[in-house]
């Protein structure tokens, strides 16, 4: 019973190093998202995916991109990290329909970038 | 432009009373409407949600809120409080029709304290 499962849980980065986060959803779910959290300003969007092979920019794209290879993962790459992208990585999906309402999230994964 | 609002950062109630943590959201059309729970270094977890139906919904652990189409709010309600409630709450608005609803609108949440 996995649903959303993100990897790595801890890393710290060096400034300028890349790094990629890996989100795997079990729950034949279109829809897939990457959120960030940070004190006082709750989940804000960064990239989401309808598809396998779609990606689109949410709220506060820039410095990550995203691939959506297959309908089951959806990876977040950062190029070069900055100690602004030092957050908490929240990985969530969730299916087409009235039913598919419902968005599912991961456990998260702990960025810090010195 | 759309917004969902938490007007308390946190929250401070007496085990077995009740409890309330506010929501407003500020969106067109008919929104769905959800709570999400989050404890210490753990994911967001699903509560309740408003679709249609009775403005009144139940949903885990015995919260349950109330939709309030004038007031454009859905507070999280709970008779009698736990210790173990202790957590940061959520409130997010999938706003009705399309373009936009692949995007879900989360506040920046309320820090409910129950206190033994």
């Known amino acids: 019973n996995a649903g959303v499962t993100q990897t790595p849980k801890f890393r710290v980065l060096k400034t300028g190093q890349s790094m990629t986060l890996l989100c795997a959803q079990d729950?034949?779910?279109?829809?897939m998202y990457w959120y960030r959290q940070d004190p006082g300003m709750g989940l804000r969007l960064i990239h989401y995916s309808v598809g396998e092979g779609t990606t689109a920019k949410g709220e506060v794209p820039d410095g990550y991109n995203v691939s959506r290879l297959k309908k089951q993962n959806f990876l977040l790459g950062l190029e070069s990290a900055a100690p602004s992208q030092t957050s908490v990585y929240f990985c969530?999906?969730?299916?087409?329909?009235?039913?598919?309402?419902?968005?599912?999230f991961g456990e998260g994964s702990w960025l810090t970038v010195v | 432009a759309q917004s969902v609002a938490q007007p308390e950062d946190q929250v401070n109630v007496a085990e077995g009373n009740p409890l309330t943590v506010k929501c407003t959201y500020s969106?067109?059309?008919?929104?769905?409407l959800f709570w999400y729970v989050q404890y210490p270094n753990r994911g967001l977890q699903f509560l309740l949600k408003?679709?249609?139906?009775?403005?009144l919904v139940k949903g885990s652990y015995g919260f349950e809120a109330e939709f309030n189409k004038s007031q454009t709010s859905f507070h999280l309600k709970k008779p009698s409080a736990l210790v173990s409630d202790s957590a940061l709450y959520f409130c997010?608005?999938?706003?009705?029709?399309?373009?936009?609803?692949?995007?879900?609108?989360f506040g920046t949440g309320t820090r409910l304290k129950v206190l033994a």
């Open positions: 969106v067109s059309g008919n929104p769905y």
């Open positions: 408003y679709i249609t139906g009775d403005n």
């Open positions: 997010a608005v999938r706003p009705a029709g399309a373009p936009g609803t692949y995007k879900y609108i």
């Open positions: 969530a999906s969730r299916s087409t329909g009235d039913t598919g309402n419902t968005i599912y």
């Open positions: 729950m034949n779910h279109e829809y």
